[in-house]
């Protein structure tokens, strides 16, 4: 699933644009900072075989990395692939959360670059050795700030990250800032 959904994206970068402007790809990468929201459901047994349980919801702090591709076929048009992977603990159970989106990017090119997407997915998640996947969505916006002829510094960038996991809709914020490669 990893492997194709890779290869989906390399697709998109290179296959699915138009030519006839010039391009210009751009890799960004970085630091990624995600607060999900875990549901935790907790069994609370007093004895005579009487239990009840008890559903909480848990905002850990999950620190990782997000690298991203960007192919402009247009000066201000582009399809982006994005990867991340946060990790941390939920409860005190090892958590990791990668996800692999695709999508438009839209791009004002200037020195101060304002720059904003709108990528969907998947998202796969691992809880104590527990993997499962689901769709994801992300919508957001961020600044670059150029540095060089080809480097460029994101000092923000947010995103509003949806995942379906389980039968419910998890909504989380994520935060990232890095380097971005212009060719």
Do not use: K
Not at 109 to 133: D, I, Q, R
């Amino acid at each position: 699933m990893r492997y194709f959904l890779i290869v989906l994206g390399a697709v998109c970068l290179t296959g699915f644009v138009p030519r006839a402007a010039q391009a210009q790809v751009e890799l960004f990468g970085g630091y990624s900072y995600m607060r999900p929201s875990v549901p935790l459901t907790t069994a609370v047994c007093p004895g005579l075989g009487l239990c009840s349980t008890s559903t909480s919801t848990d905002h850990p702090n999950l620190n990782g990395w997000e690298l991203t591709g960007v192919y402009n076929a247009y000066h201000w048009i582009g399809v982006a692939a994005d990867f991340t992977g946060e990790y941390g603990s939920v409860d005190g159970l090892s958590t990791h959360i990668n996800t692999y989106l695709f999508g438009p990017q839209v791009r004002l090119h200037t020195p101060v670059s304002p720059f904003a997407h709108a990528l969907f997915g998947v998202a796969h998640e691992t809880v104590a050795g527990t993997e499962s996947s689901a769709f994801a969505a992300a919508v957001g916006a961020g600044i670059d700030i150029r540095v060089a002829p080809f480097v460029s510094f994101r000092p923000i960038q947010l995103d509003y990250l949806v995942t379906r996991f389980g039968s419910g809709t998890q909504s989380q914020p994520r935060a990232s800032a890095g380097i971005m490669l212009h060719f």
